[in-house]
């Protein structure tokens, strides 16, 4: 079965400081996405990236950075010189594809973070 | 276009009553499914489907039914509420398949349901 851990409950950080949220999975499945989402105190969920099991560059949008590393089963999130609009629960999903249909999602806990000015 | 909605946004319940959130989209997704989210769980996987007609368990299926007989519509039926039941649901929907220029597999949240069963 399939598993995602985001160990970091919550974080605290002073505006302008760096900081990662980390996430662990687990898929026996070669296929796979993984994705991050944000969910700012107004509660929606928001898209922020996705990335396939086969494309282990590294990637880079403005302040935000995601490290996927296949060897150790991770896909951490990185915003560099946070700002207070960073604050929110951000989630790590995986989900499996089998012959190119879409199966079923599964999101981590959630790392709540709190950027304080 | 709306993208996807649900209906309605507050809901409270007494323990036993039935009812049905709704969720539609209006992007021709293949893909959608149903979640809920309590604190300090995350958002677990009620129940999905790969297309119209087509629907499979999640990770919490229990308590819950849905069906989808159109690619629009993807209905949550709760049939007998428990307090254990009290969340906030929301409603998801994605494409199978890159169409248009569309990546594939990322999910559009809808704007979630708050329900109480007391």
């Known amino acids: 079965a399939q598993k995602v851990t985001q160990a970091q409950t919550e974080i605290s950080v002073v505006e302008k400081e760096d900081v990662t949220l980390d996430c662990v999975y687990e898929t026996r499945d070669t296929t796979y996405y993984l994705f991050w989402y944000k969910q700012p105190p107004s509660g929606e969920l928001v898209f922020l990236i996705r990335r396939n099991s086969f494309d282990e560059q590294n990637e880079i949008s403005g302040r935000y950075s995601w490290n996927f590393q296949k060897s150790t089963s991770s896909f951490n999130f990185t915003i560099t010189a946070s700002q207070v609009v960073d604050s929110a629960v951000y989630f790590c999903?995986?989900?499996?594809?089998?012959?190119?249909?879409?199966?079923?999602?599964?999101f981590g806990t959630g790392t709540k973070l709190q950027v304080i000015p | 276009n709306a993208g996807v909605t649900q209906t309605p946004k507050f809901q409270v319940l007494k323990t036993g009553q039935s009812m049905t959130l709704q969720c539609a989209q209006d992007?021709?997704?293949?893909?959608m499914s149903w979640y809920r989210q309590d604190p300090g769980m995350g958002l677990r996987l009620i129940h999905y489907?790969?297309?119209?007609?087509?629907?499979d368990q999640g990770e919490v299926p229990n308590g819950y039914n849905v069906s989808r007989s159109t690619t629009e519509d993807f209905p949550l039926r709760l049939l007998s509420a428990a307090p254990s039941q009290t969340s906030v649901y929301f409603c998801?929907?994605?494409?199978?398949?890159?169409?248009?220029?569309?990546?594939?597999?990322?999910?559009?949240f809808g704007p979630g349901t708050r329900l109480t069963v007391t």
């Open positions: 992007m021709n997704h293949e893909y």
């Open positions: 998801a929907s994605s494409y199978q398949v890159g169409t248009s220029g569309r990546p594939p597999y990322e999910q559009y």
């Open positions: 489907s790969v297309g119209a007609g087509i629907t």
């Open positions: 999903a995986l989900s499996e594809v089998n012959s190119g249909v879409y199966q079923k999602v599964t």
